[in-house]
């Protein structure tokens, strides 16, 4: 018969083909994994249309916040400053928002260049598994000015490769889609490979006069392991671990002698 010893040494075998094949699970954040200044920032991409938003360090035009803040826009000139993405960095007087919250204020013709495309965020799946998509929306601001234009709806939707699956609207009511009711969306497990992308867009609603701000959350968590390489999890590698043990030169199988 097989002695124990070797017994362990195939689960061992077993248990480390696994670990190769399976990394720990991936939890990705658009708020807690919010970089300045970099853009890309690991997965993530802050960005009008498919372009990359340059970095400033203290936004102000057209805008005036309490202490210094840092935002990805177009650039820091009146009428060229949308969209504009940005973690707020001190307690803004009208805000529905909270620091440290990530807020987008859409592109309209107004500050911004319509043709660029929309305020998005993109995310570059790291690696193939099944991951749990989630997020929220709510109006940011909750003060115009008398002579502003009222309401500014704005629109969203989340695309995966292109592919539009959720989508909806801020109407811009007073008490609707606040920070503490937001609007949801949650896409479920989806089965990813390495490469695959998730977009959010924020854009002004057809019946808005100008874009506005837009607070946003959203998560992207593997369910279960991934593969680090960008391939299904495979039994393969479980056989080649299994294989190199048994190959080992001092490996024997040691069955008892009936001698």
């Not at 115009?144 to 609207?169: E, H």
Request: glycine fraction near 8%; include cysteine; charged fraction near 15%.
């Amino acid at each position: 018969m097989i002695h124990t010893k070797y017994v362990r040494r195939f689960v061992m075998a077993f248990v480390t083909s696994i670990a190769i094949c399976q990394s720990p699970a991936f939890a990705y954040d658009l708020k807690t994994d919010w970089s300045e200044p970099a853009n890309p920032n690991g997965p993530w991409s802050y960005r009008v249309g498919s372009v990359l938003l340059p970095y400033v360090a203290n936004w102000t035009a057209g805008v005036s916040f309490p202490v210094p803040q840092p935002a990805y826009l177009p650039a820091n000139t009146v009428g060229s400053f949308l969209p504009s993405w940005f973690r707020l960095a001190g307690t803004t007087t009208g805000f529905d928002a909270a620091v440290g919250d990530i807020i987008v204020h859409t592109n309209d013709g107004f500050n911004g260049n319509p043709s660029l495309g929309e305020a998005n965020v993109l995310f570059a799946v790291p690696a193939t598994g099944d991951y749990r998509v989630a997020g929220n929306l709510w109006n940011a601001s909750t003060v115009l000015a008398p002579s502003d234009f009222r309401p500014r709806p704005q629109d969203w939707r989340i695309l995966v490769n292109g592919v539009v699956k959720d989508s909806g609207t801020l109407d811009a009511i007073a008490g609707h889609f606040s920070r503490s009711s937001p609007d949801t969306f949650d896409l479920g497990t989806l089965s990813l490979l390495a490469g695959d992308l998730i977009e959010l867009e924020i854009f002004k609603n057809p019946a808005a006069q100008a874009g506005y701000f837009v607070g946003t959350n959203m998560t992207i968590n593997s369910v279960g392991g991934v593969s680090e390489v960008g391939e299904p999890i495979s039994a393969a590698l479980l056989v080649a671990g299994v294989t190199a043990v048994y190959a080992s030169p001092s490996f024997r199988l040691p069955f008892t002698s009936s001698h």
